[in-house]
RNA sequence: GUCGGCGUAGCUCAGACGGUUAGAGCACUCGGCUCAUAAUCGAGUGGUCGUCGGUUCGAGUCCGACCGCCGACACCA
């Protein structure tokens, strides 16, 4: 049977509606899960939202709306989103669902059953919108630090999670699992946060109703991270489906910005401890998109919406842009600036004009049926370079250095045209050899490029005349050097990426 | 304050384990080509790798100090 690939996105709390973060998150999980179906692998691709807590409670009373009715909402405008860009996710999972909420309570039941949770009371300066107590040293003038807005004593009984006895077992975890968290600098960042000491965690709340309830104590319910982490269990049948379940766990790979590292890399792996899991593969850390080298966020006003860029770049240049301009780990800085330089270099001149350039001499000099390309061609090597390094890269989480490295192709392609000059040869053999091997890079790249692009890269290879599309191809056969049957007619079409000129 | 990260060509960034003349893309300059979306190909200009000191036969690459920027610091999606 083939390998199980399980990968997730983080669950996107409905407070939000989707902008390029989230997708810039998705997108990358998305090329993933599509190179992977390309390997054969058997791919569970999981996304969601994050739908209980008091933020959503209040701002659905605030809205005249029940709290579900907020979610049901919000929710939508991300599935739609996703749909929009293509996001080929098997499932969509939010914790609203009975089948979350069942799974939250057998989970943290058993992490009850196994010891680990004990009652303790809970006190302190409370925000309401960060839903979060605060020390009074953390207090700007007794206001909450982020809202700048007045905090309310609050005391409550509260179950606590025994984080504090995990410390060692997760020093243990890591030490055996040196790529449990990507990149690196990341993984240290965890290990610190651990290092510094671990206290133990209240699970519960009583001061709220807008959450799964505790099974073992009526009147509380799970506090929303207790929540929010399990979705990635229940999704592939965690309490309901054990056979299912253990194919997909632990070999999950979860990628998450680094605002929610703590939760992912501490909190979750001890959680699963607890309830006798093996924690996750693998967690991949990225960083934020900057805008302006400034933060994305609300109140500055500075948020970007995929449909603004979609309108401007088409679906496939938006996910080329993030995909590519963005090295997966540090925070990079959005500007539409680079994303029209990258848009024209990259698409429009290197890989548009490629196929245009191709298609009318094949039209002009082949009658516009495309040659077979020859088996001793230059560009046979270059080929399997590239589709060496770009499994490397999508191996390595690295989606920028795996593109670059099907470009790298597209380049050899247009230096063998210049160095061949096909539109001065008469018809014939040597003619036909050229263009088939042009032909045959471009059939090469729609593969590579597809978990990038899948819609362009569909569209090119019925332009190429061949049958099917790039997604049902299989690596790493499939990219081997000659398999353009030759015969087949080209179809010029019009330009794949219209250039765009620089904004002023 | 404590902990962590970053500082490499005009711009965006790559550069395990220290090792010949420090790389890529973009921009720029020159040349070629004209099939192509004024696209493409080739060559080139451009960096005392934040500063100072240390270890070493040899250091962006290790150690120390300093300067600058950023993040985390316990429940801030």
């Known amino acids: ?15 939000d509606v989707p902008h390029i973060g989230h997708a810039y998150t998705t997108v990358t999980a998305d090329a993933l899960a599509r190179w992977h179906r390309l390997l054969g692998d058997d791919v569970f691709f999981l996304t969601g939202t994050d739908e209980h807590g008091l933020k959503i409670q209040r701002s659905a009373e605030a809205n005249g709306m029940t709290p579900l009715e907020q979610a049901d ?29 069942a799974s939250v309570q057998t989970f943290m039941q058993s992490i009850f059953d196994n010891g680990f949770i004990r009652k303790g009371t809970y006190s302190g300066q409370y925000c309401v919108p960060c839903e979060a107590y605060y020390n009074d040293d953390d207090l700007v003038e007794g206001n909450c630090p982020i809202h700048g807005r007045p905090v309310e004593w609050l005391e409550e009984d509260n179950w606590f999670f025994e984080l504090s006895k995990f410390e060692q077992p997760l020093l243990d975890w890591y030490a055996a699992n040196p790529d449990c968290v990507h990149p690196l600098g990341k993984r240290n960042e965890a290990l610190g946060i651990i290092k510094q000491g671990l206290e133990d965690v209240s699970v519960s709340r009583t ?18 991270w207790y929540d929010a982490l399990i979705n990635y269990a229940t999704a592939i049948g965690y309490g309901t489906d054990t056979e299912r379940f253990n194919r997909f766990w632990p070999a999950v790979h979860q990628l998450l910005g680094k605002d929610i590292l703590r939760f992912h890399c501490v909190y979750w792996p001890a959680m699963c401890l607890a309830a006798g899991l093996e924690p996750p593969a693998r967690l991949g850390v990225h960083g934020f998109l900057l805008v ?6 609300k109140t500055r006003l500075n948020q970007i919406f995929p449909a603004d860029l979609v309108a401007d770049f088409g679906v496939d240049g938006f996910r080329y842009h993030f995909l590519r301009d963005n090295s997966f780990g540090p925070d990079g800085d959005f500007s539409y600036e680079s994303m029209v330089t990258r848009y024209n270099t990259d698409l429009a001149n290197n890989f548009g004009n490629l196929l245009s350039r191709v298609a009318t001499v094949v039209g002009k000099k082949c009658d516009g049926i495309g040659p077979a390309p020859a088996a001793d061609s230059p560009l046979a090597e270059v080929a399997a370079e590239s589709l060496r390094d770009a499994s490397a890269a999508w191996e390595a989480l690295a989606p920028s250095a795996a593109l670059d490295a099907t470009w790298r192709l597209i380049g050899a ?14 018809p014939g053999p040597a003619l036909d050899a050229v263009m088939g091997d042009a032909l045959e ?20 290879w019925a332009r190429l005349g061949l049958a099917g599309t790039p997604d049902e191809q299989r690596l790493p056969e499939a990219a081997a050097w000659g398999g353009y049957p030759g015969g087949l007619p080209v179809i010029k079409g019009d330009p794949l990426f219209p250039r765009m000129s620089p904004p002023k």
């Open 73 to 101: 909402a919000t929710s939508a405008r991300f599935r739609e989103v996703w749909q929009m860009l293509n996001i080929s996710n098997d499932d969509f999972i939010r914790t609203t669902e009975p089948r979350h909420i």
């Open 441 to 460: 890079v471009l059939r090469i790249v729609c593969i590579l490029a597809t978990p990038a692009m899948p819609e362009t890269c569909a569209h090119v």
């Open 413 to 426: 392609a247009n230096a063998h045209l210049e160095n061949n000059e096909p539109w001065k040869m008469e």
């Open 207 to 224: 001061s709220i109703s807008w959450g799964v309830p505790v099974p073992w104590d009526e009147g509380h319910v799970f506090y929303v």
């Open 292 to 297: 302006g080298g400034e933060k994305m966020s």
């Open 1 to 15: 049977m083939s390998n199980p690939f399980y990968v997730t996105t983080p669950i996107y709390y409905v407070n």
